[in-house]
């Protein structure tokens, strides 16, 4: 396990590897009971994919599939996931 400042380290690293790059795909993705509400974009500022809202179940999931990845495969090659806690 890393300590806090390998991983401050390491986030910073990230950081400026990805800012300003169009070759980074940046998901947000709302999680909800219900719904979850998805924006995919490029670290450079564009915008690809906005207000994408699909249902907490299997169609929803494969409705995220269908629009999102086969027109963004080129992003898939290095793939780096960053989760942020939330509240109750």
Known sequence: MLSETERLKAFRQMRSSIRNSEQYLIAGI???????HAFFGTAAGKTMCKRLIFSNDISGFELLVA???PSHES???DER???EPFRN
């Open 75 to 77: 992003f898939l090659q």
């Open 81 to 83: 996931s960053t989760f």
């Open 30 to 36: 709302d999680i909800a009971k219900e719904k979850h």
């Open 67 to 69: 629009q999102v990845l």
